[in-house]
């Protein structure tokens, strides 16, 4: 149980295009989702928190106009990254827990690369 | 703030032998989980272990235990019989109470040799 699902698993796009990753809970509601970066041999970092209809909480330093959240229902979030330069290439993961008690669990993740 | 730290960039070990990875916190609230995740070389975040702060006994699942220490504010993570599929990154991470975000340890690269 408790699985998360990401999608697209890898995706290549152009300098300037936007990029869309969606996350799913598969078999829980999950009112928070958190979207985690993680850089080549580097640990992960918290970007943001997705919460279900209302506005996702953003670490320091991340842009929200750039790294756009939206968590329409109980089961999917999406991080949409606009404008996208080189410089955003990462690994994309995004997780969340069936309660509060529980472990996050973690999508497969996206591997984002701009050319 | 809460901070994970893990010393040990990579380990090497024999296959079959037990391993520990280090992993100390810092925290003043007196309620937190600490946690230990997998990351094969795939990408997926493989959920192993968890111990929280009250818990009395040192928490175990099959070969993996948690060595907690809280007076070291210590939670180090051992391998019994070590085997070629626990090469990995692990991650250890701890979440306080409140608080649903997890924070990070720069992570430990294990390599298992034949």
């Known amino acids: 149980g408790a699985v998360v699902s990401q999608h697209p698993s890898r995706v290549i796009c152009k300098s300037g295009t936007s990029v869309k990753i969606e996350c799913r809970s598969l078999?829980?509601?999950?009112?928070?989702m958190f979207w985690y970066r993680q850089f080549p041999k580097q640990s992960l970092m918290l970007m943001a928190t997705?919460?279900?209809?209302?506005?996702?909480?953003?670490e320091q330093g991340v842009e929200k106009d750039k790294f756009l959240i939206n968590h329409a229902s109980l089961t999917l979030s999406t991080l949409t990254v606009t404008s996208a330069h080189p410089e955003d290439s990462s690994f994309y993961i995004c997780s969340a827990r069936p309660r509060p008690s529980s472990p996050l669990h973690f999508g497969n993740g996206t591997r984002l690369t701009v050319t | 703030a809460q901070k994970i730290t893990q010393t040990q960039p990579g380990m090497f070990v024999q296959e079959k032998e037990a391993v520990t990875l280090d992993c100390t916190y810092d925290t003043s609230d007196p309620s937190y989980g600490l946690f230990w995740y997998k990351q094969p070389s795939s990408g997926e975040m493989i959920f192993l272990i968890y111990?929280?702060?009250?818990?009395?006994q040192n928490a175990t699942e099959g070969r993996y235990s948690l060595n907690f220490q809280k007076a070291r504010k210590s939670a180090n993570l051992v391998i019994s019989a070590s085997q070629l599929g626990d090469s990995a990154m692990y991650f250890c991470a701890m979440r306080v109470q409140g608080a649903q975000k997890l924070v990070f340890g720069q992570g430990t690269r294990l390599t298992i040799n034949p």
């Open positions: 078999d829980f509601q999950a009112t928070t």
């Open positions: 997705s919460n279900e209809g209302s506005k996702a909480t953003y």
């Open positions: 111990q929280g702060s009250y818990d009395q």
